[in-house]
């Protein structure tokens, strides 16, 4: 059954120019070590960082929580090999409160087209 839903939008652009002007930091607060793995090797890493950050984004709003409760970033971890539908992977605080709220399973669609990333997040117990 489905509990909640979630999406987000992000601008690639925008994206781009903050990793250019803060590539470390930005990479280092907002991604798992594997996320800005896989980012960093693909050929137009912003567009990897901008979907990865619009996932994050909807599964707060999935979860109901935005930022609050003390969820941080890298509590949502975007996995799954390259040609395969990506899944959430939830640790933490994150962890916790999906648990709370009876959420079990969250099924995630990302894309991207010219200047923006999608990410829709399906929370269901």
């Known amino acids: 059954m489905i509990v909640a839903v979630g999406t987000d939008l992000v601008s690639i652009p925008r994206m781009r120019k903050a990793l250019a002007r803060y590539r470390d930091r930005l990479c280092g607060r907002l991604y798992t070590p594997a996320e800005r793995a896989e980012g960093e090797k693909r050929p137009l890493p912003e567009v990897h960082f901008a979907s990865r950050f619009a996932a994050k984004e909807a599964v707060l709003k999935a979860l109901g929580t935005g930022w609050g409760l003390g969820i941080t970033w890298r509590e949502i971890e975007v996995v799954g090999p390259r040609g395969k ?4 992977r939830l640790s933490g605080r994150a962890r916790l409160v999906a648990e709370e709220r009876g959420i079990r ?7 991207h ?13």
Do not use: G, N, Q
């Open 85 to 88: 539908a990506p899944e959430i």
């Open 113 to 125: 087209d010219a200047d923006y990333a999608v990410a829709f997040v399906v929370a269901t117990d």
């Open 105 to 111: 399973h969250l099924h995630l669609s990302l894309s």
